[in-house]
């Protein structure tokens, strides 16, 4: 939803990338978005995949790149510059940010060691205290340009953590969280493979992904989503999943499907051949819409609305 920052946590090689990418090139297939800029802060110098390939032409041709800054204050201030407009940008990720103290305390203690003088233990970089004041000030101009900003962290282990606590956290402050409109959690789950010549192949991960903070809705929901080396996100294949999953299509011995609405019976690959092949994923994503709205329908709890 426009106007709002939202904050994405994840594991390693857990599809952040991935995801919110994805964004980029949803906003390149929506006329609403046609006159934002989109603005990827490549902070961590890891996005190496083929933007065309993965996201489309027009992704890789409207996505601006940008690779020159590396501490979290002049991020700030790049980024407040350029909401005179609306846009969507991408920070990937926070973890990589330097900032400018930590950056004049390894100047100095490289000026120490080399005369072999004692170095400065601390490192810490005050992330924390950068986010929380200067989050404030460009979430207004999100609001008003009606802008999207996503940043991406890297789960830590929470070390020390109570047994009410979580196991994992994220750097960069609790303000990180707080100004955020949704946190968003993604894991590895199980690793999709295929046996070729007696040797198993890796073709990719299933990832776990969770929302966690939901000022939307107030909801918190985890779906799982393949994500294949070759492709991508698999769409077809995690809506199949979840049609499956949830019995909208049912499932009989030897793995066949039956897509009643599509009026299709076949085998899960098969299946999703000939739904990309009739140019049927639209249908689908309705019945997944629609299997959604009944599932949430059926989780109310019918009471009075004190407020008429």
Same mark, same amino acid.
């Given at each position: 939803?426009?106007?709002?920052y ?11 990338t991935?995801?919110?990418? #994805?964004c ?5 297939q ?10 990827? =802060?490549?902070?961590?110098h890891?996005?190496?995949?083929? @933007? ?5 032409? @027009? ?5 601006k ?5 590396s501490?979290?204050?002049d991020?700030y201030?790049?980024?407040?510059d *350029? ?14 940010? #330097?900032?400018? $103290?930590?950056?004049e ?6 000026g120490?060691?080399?005369?072999g003088?004692?170095? &400065?233990?601390? +490192? ?8 929380? !004041? ?18 991406v962290g890297q #789960? @830590?282990?929470?070390?020390? $953590?109570? =047994?009410w606590?979580?196991?994992?956290t994220?750097?960069?402050g609790?303000a ?8 968003i959690?993604?894991k ?7 046996? =070729?010549?007696?040797?198993?192949i ?12 939901n @000022?939307?809705?107030?909801? !918190?929901?985890?779906i ?7 492709s ?5 294949g995690?809506?199949?999943? =979840?049609l499956?999953?949830?019995? !909208?299509?049912?499932?009989a011995?030897?793995? /066949?499907?039956?897509a ?24 689908? *994503? ?5 299997t /959604?709205? &009944?599932?949430?329908?059926a989780?109310?709890v019918? !009471?009075?609305?004190? +407020?008429?």
């Amino acid at each position: 939803m426009p106007g709002n920052y939202y904050f994405f946590v994840g594991d390693s090689s857990s599809g952040k990338t991935f995801f919110t990418q #994805t964004c980029f090139a949803e906003a390149c297939q929506n006329p609403f978005y046609d006159d934002y800029d989109l603005l990827f =802060y490549d902070i961590e110098h890891g996005a190496l995949m083929d @933007r065309a390939r993965f996201f489309g032409q @027009r992704a890789a041709e409207r996505v601006k790149p940008i690779t020159h800054i590396s501490a979290l204050d002049d991020f700030y201030f790049d980024f407040y510059d *350029r909401l005179t407009k609306p846009v969507i940008a991408v920070v990937d990720s926070m973890d990589a940010f #330097t900032s400018r $103290a930590e950056s004049e305390k390894f100047i100095k203690n490289k000026g120490k060691a080399a005369k072999g003088k004692e170095l &400065a233990g601390d +490192y810490g970089d005050g992330k924390a205290k950068i986010n929380s !004041r200067n989050a404030r000030t460009v979430l207004g101009k999100i609001i008003e340009t009606n802008s999207i900003l996503i940043i991406v962290g890297q #789960t @830590r282990d929470n070390i020390g $953590a109570e =047994y009410w606590e979580p196991d994992q956290t994220f750097a960069g402050g609790h303000a990180l969280k707080f100004y955020a409109a949704a946190q968003i959690w993604s894991k590895c789950g199980a690793k999709l493979s295929k046996s =070729y010549r007696d040797h198993k192949i890796e073709l990719g991960i299933t990832s776990k992904v969770r929302v966690d903070k939901n @000022r939307l809705t107030g909801k !918190r929901r985890e779906i799982s989503v393949p994500i294949f080396h070759s492709s991508g996100i698999d769409d077809v294949g995690s809506m199949v999943e =979840y049609l499956t999953d949830w019995k !909208r299509w049912k499932t009989a011995t030897g793995g /066949w499907i039956e897509a009643n609405e599509l009026g299709i019976r076949l085998q899960k690959e098969k299946l999703i051949k000939k739904i990309e092949e009739a140019a049927l994923e639209d249908e689908v *994503r309705d019945l997944v819409w629609d299997t /959604w709205q &009944a599932i949430e329908k059926a989780c109310e709890v019918p !009471r009075k609305n004190r +407020y008429l």
